[in-house]
């Protein structure tokens, strides 16, 4: 049992397949009043429509010749298709295909609007093939067949006058490329013509050649004078070794006279000129070990060894003045050298940067003259493949003779037919989903979150028998007779902390739920069982729960709230054992006042001194506030809902009234259920109280 009002709203509502099937049961006849009235409009339409008739065509991509020079027009292979589609469909080629059939007929049929009649054009290719299929359609056969034909003769001539169009454009566009490299290049050949005036590159080569032949020697030149200056220098800082030689040695046995002279003297500076003449031997000696007399680096090392002993004997004999002498001009020979080379450097770069000046407008010329070239080949190219019929598309089969065709025909009243279907149904979802009605226990469950505490199959006769819904003491609707034992049993064995409940009001949300019929048959039920039991009508407004039982309206509760001792000659009886009744009595003015007084208080306490139970029919919740009134003062309610009837917001909204009112909702009656839905499984087996009763009847 659900107490606080806010969750009276309980979860959020499902999809229920059954639901559905039950609307379809019901509304059956949307469906196939949609789907007549879909089918008549495309019959009406098909009616009115003129037939049409199909020529087919067919067109192939031919075989193409690939020039040498790659002048080809090309086409996009991935949309080819599409793009033939869109231009046969196009009103450019209409508009030809028009005035080719004009040319050679007059007689061309009108639409209604007065303009010629539109022929619809479908292409379709063929899979793994360079065949396209035409297909036109139209209301006039004859005309159908001349429009296709016209189409695909006026298609093939478009593309041949594009293509004109196209390499005419692009022709002028590089006719203009070579005019402007024809001028670029000539520029370029004038600036190489005006260069080479000035300067003759033979010349420049040859002087190139030499300066650079000579510049090597000045360079040669100024290593041995180095050399011999630096020999000089030694000398003069130390001339002993060459005193301790001696005149007559020869200069294979000078420098290790030397070398033998410098090891003596280990705590002395070694002289620089005799040290390296000694490094040359000895660098010449660890060579030869490896390198062959010819080889240059020996040469080379014997040649400066030769030029070191010369100067080491030249220096024996002369004095230290004449060695200052040598030094000074072996200087001035240096810088003389040097001023050569420095001036012979400029010369060579100089010459070097014209020559490159010139191989640089050389290049130019020759890059020009290639673009120019590829520009006037590319330019014969165009005019030639301008005059070459390059069209790879040709006709395979003319249009073919019309025929009658039905598929509009069909597709139309398929389309009716489906719509049609579609609408009904949807209708039908859309009345399911605006519907809010009760149809199973289910979705009681999930729209307000209450406990099931008895559920009342519908009754077949209800309607034309009103009385039939009272249950007899040997009752044939045994389905009926059991759901109200279900609903006792409930009630006897509920599972509360409190007191079990005696006093039970019965109410609705709106009127015409069941609720005075779940009433009385719960009375009669309970007294069935052998309970002593009273069932009150405290409906003061309109209470007619007297009639259902057979008794009569007055006195009853009206009379006796306004004078409680007057409560046994209010209770009536009738021929069911155990069941006592109390009429709503004569209406007054103030009902909804009387139920407010202490006179209720005082008549409840007594019934339930009198009676085990105390049955209450109220008024519906949203009929009056007598319900509210009353629900406080008992110790449960029952609350009665319709199948297909009740609606999920006045439900809630009704109890979320009683639970402001502190009322103690026992739970939901859920009467008039659907005893052919699958989800109905209790109390079918009829056959399972016949065998019951053959059993009474035998024993």
């Known amino acids: 049992m659900v107490g606080p009002v806010d969750e009276v709203a309980g979860p959020p509502a499902h ?8 609307f379809m049961l019901k509304l059956w006849w949307v469906p196939v009043l949609t789907l007549v009235l879909g089918l008549a409009a495309a019959a009406a339409i098909v009616w009115w429509q003129p037939p049409s008739y199909v020529s087919q065509g067919r067109m192939w991509e031919t075989l193409k010749l690939r020039l040498p020079e790659g002048s080809l027009f090309s086409e996009d292979v991935q949309n080819f298709l599409g793009t033939q589609t869109e231009l046969l469909q196009s009103g450019t080629l209409r508009q030809l295909a028009m005035e080719r059939l004009r040319a050679t007929s007059n007689n061309i049929p009108l639409g209604k609007d007065g303009e010629p009649m539109l022929v619809a054009v479908r292409v379709a290719g063929t899979s793994k093939s360079s065949v396209f299929r035409l297909e036109a359609s139209s209301a006039n056969a004859a005309y159908t067949r ?30 203009e490329q070579v005019q402007r490299a024809e001028r670029d290049l000539k520029a370029e050949q004038d600036v190489l013509t005006a260069f080479q005036r000035t300067n003759n590159l033979a010349i420049l080569q040859e002087e190139g050649t030499i300066a650079g ?26 001339p002993a070794p060459a005193e301790a030689v001696g005149t007559n040695a020869s200069p294979d046995l000078l420098v290790p006279a030397m070398t033998a002279s410098l090891a003596g003297r280990a705590s002395a500076d070694l002289p620089a000129a005799f040290q390296e003449v000694a490094l040359l031997k000895l660098q010449r000696d660890r060579l030869s070990r490896y390198l062959r007399p010819k080889h240059p680096k020996i040469v080379k090392l014997d040649t400066d060894l030769e030029r070191a002993q010369k100067l080491v004997e030249m220096f024996h004999f002369r004095s230290r003045e004449q060695l200052a002498a040598a030094r000074q001009a072996n ?22 940067t014209r020559i490159a000046e010139a191989e640089r407008l050389r290049l130019n010329v020759q890059r ?46 398929a389309g009716g037919g489906f719509g049609g279907l579609g609408l009904g149904l949807g209708l039908v979802l859309l009345v399911m989903m605006r519907d809010d009605r009760f ?4 979705e009681v469950n999930e729209k307000l979150g209450e406990i099931i505490v008895g559920q009342v199959p519908e009754l077949l006769d209800l309607k034309s028998n009103a009385h039939s819904a009272l249950l007899q003491s040997d009752d044939t609707r045994h389905a009926y007779a059991e759901s109200f034992r279900s609903l006792r049993s409930a009630l006897l064995f509920m599972a509360v ?14 009127p015409h739920e069941g609720k005075s019929t779940v009433a009385t048959n719960l009375a009669r039920t309970l007294a069935l069982g052998g309970a002593r039991v009273v069932l009150v009508d405290a409906d003061l ?19 006796t709230l306004q004078d409680p001792t007057r409560l046994e000659q209010a209770l009536q009886t009738n021929s069911m054992a155990n069941l006592t009744f109390l009429a709503s009595g004569k209406r007054a003015g103030n009902c909804g006042d009387a139920l407010m007084g202490p006179a209720l208080l005082e008549v409840l306490a007594d019934l339930r001194q009198q009676f085990d139970y105390v049955v209450i029919d109220s008024s519906p919740v949203f009929a009056a506030d007598d319900a509210t009134t009353l629900a406080p003062k008992v110790d449960g309610v029952l609350f009665v809902l319709r199948s297909r009837f009740s609606r999920a917001g006045p439900a809630r909204e009704a109890l979320g009234l009683l639970y402001q009112r502190n009322a103690r909702v026992l739970g939901v009656v859920f009467n008039q259920a659907d005893a052919s839905a699958r989800s109905n499984y209790y109390y079918k087996y009829a056959d399972y109280y016949s065998a019951a009763k053959s059993t009474e009847t035998i024993s």
């Open 368 to 413: 020009q003259q290639s673009i120019y070239e590829r520009l006037s080949l590319l330019v014969q190219n165009v005019g030639i493949s301008r005059n070459i019929d390059q069209e790879t598309l040709a006709i395979l089969e003319p249009a073919d003779p019309p025929r009658r065709t039905y598929i509009r025909e069909i597709s139309l009243l």
């Open 439 to 442: 149809t199973s226990l289910n």
């Open 331 to 352: 200087q001035l020979r240096i810088e003389n050298v040097e001023t050569s080379i420095r001036e012979w450097e400029r010369k060579v770069i100089e010459a070097n």
């Open 497 to 510: 902390e409190a007191e079990r409940p005696r006093v039970i009001l019965v109410t609705s949300a709106v």
């Open 541 to 559: 407004r309109k209470g007619a729960l007297h009639k259902l039982v057979g008794l009569a309206p007055a006195p009853g509760l009206a009379e």
């Open 15 to 22: 999809f229920h397949p059954q639901r559905l099937l039950a």
């Open 146 to 175: 001349a429009y296709l034909d016209a189409l695909m003769h006026v298609y093939l001539e478009y593309k041949r006058n594009i293509r004109k169009v196209v390499s005419g454009d692009t022709l002028a566009s590089i006719t």
């Open 213 to 238: 032949g000579y510049l090597a020697r000045l360079k040669t030149q100024l290593s041995d004078l180095l050399l011999e200056n630096r020999l000089l220098d030694a000398v003069a800082r130390d």
